[in-house]
T-cell receptor, first 113, second 115 residues
């Protein structure tokens, strides 16, 4: 089961804030966040490595609650350039202990002028 | 610093054929991961190569295979193509292997259409 993101989609006006959540049914040891614009490859935003860690980049920040197996991405004073689909991602061990990388279900975000 | 490159950009094949996609990793990166992204879906992990060895694999059949070369570039081979293989194939490079530091940089992708 891949991490579930909420909301599935959100529409904002420029300058508004948004929160995107990522919840996992399995233990999370790290969380990565990406943004993918239509027709382009995903772009890495940030990585959170331990519980409680918060990171920020310009007006985009994220938190990671290891106990709740959740991460949240915060977009403050959104800009038109923030439009795209946001994915969380994490590394899991498969049934035999092999490495797997799993993306979340995705959140489509559109910022209107 | 050269980014991740992929070739070809687009490809059209017919069912049953075989295809090879190529990826050059970013300078200084020794790990390459391959993903399949169907239209409107998120990327699905196919496998990862670290220092020329397969390091992990997603839920893809054996007809999806790969290679990593000493210069850390990589190939994805798909045999006996099926219509459902039509997708954008992305490769991503990163430093290190399994672990928590996989800041992945994606290439632009190869759009494969199977008719």
């Amino acid at each position: 089961q891949q991490p579930v993101q909420s909301p599935q989609a959100v529409i904002l006006r420029e300058g508004e804030d948004a929160v995107i959540n990522c919840s996992s049914s399995k233990a999370l040891y790290s969380v990565h966040w990406y943004r993918q614009k239509h027709g382009e490859a995903p772009v890495f935003l940030m990585i959170l490595l331990k519980g409680g860690e918060q990171k920020g980049h310009d007006k985009i920040s994220a938190s990671f609650n290891e106990k709740k197996q959740q991460s949240s991405l915060y977009l403050t004073a959104s800009q038109l350039s923030y439009s795209g689909t946001y994915f969380c991602g994490t590394e899991w061990a498969g049934a035999s202990g092999t490495y797997k990388y799993i993306f979340g279900t995705g959140t489509r975000l559109k910022v209107l002028a | 610093e050269t980014g991740v490159t992929q070739s070809p950009t687009h490809l059209i094949k017919t069912r049953g054929q075989q295809v090879t996609l190529r990826c050059s990793s970013q300078s200084g990166h020794n790990t390459v991961s391959w993903y399949q992204q169907a239209l409107g879906q998120g990327p699905q992990f196919i496998f990862q190569y670290y220092r020329e060895e397969e390091n992990g694999r997603g839920n893809f059949p054996p007809r999806f295979s790969g290679l990593q070369f000493p210069n850390y570039s990589s190939e994805l081979n798909v045999n006996a193509l099926e219509l459902d293989d039509s997708a954008l194939y992305l490769c991503a490079s990163s430093r290190g292997g399994t672990g928590y530091y996989n800041e992945q940089f994606f290439g632009p992708g190869t759009r494969l259409t199977v008719l």
